[in-house]
């Protein structure tokens, strides 16, 4: 891949970048604020949270979340 073909998906890639970045912000701040999960540990989720992408922020409001 050459910076050409970098440069002309960069626009696709930035707003990804920054969606990715956010939730993954917004769900360790909430991992780390609340001692209530439907399973699991804390040091579980932070690890799906910091290191599955954009995956593990998804999994973790979908299904590892609990009640507030």
Avoid at 43 to 63: A, D, K
Wanted: charged share 15%; hydrophobic share 55%; no cysteine.
């Amino acid at each position: 891949m050459d910076f050409q073909t970098l440069k002309e998906y960069l626009p696709f890639l930035i707003p990804l970048i920054i969606l990715e970045i956010s939730l993954s912000i917004t769900a360790l701040v909430h991992v780390l604020r609340h001692p209530h999960y439907r399973f699991g540990s804390k040091v579980m989720w932070i690890l799906i949270v910091l290191f599955i992408q954009i995956i593990g922020p998804i999994l973790y409001f979908t299904i590892g979340r609990g009640e507030e």
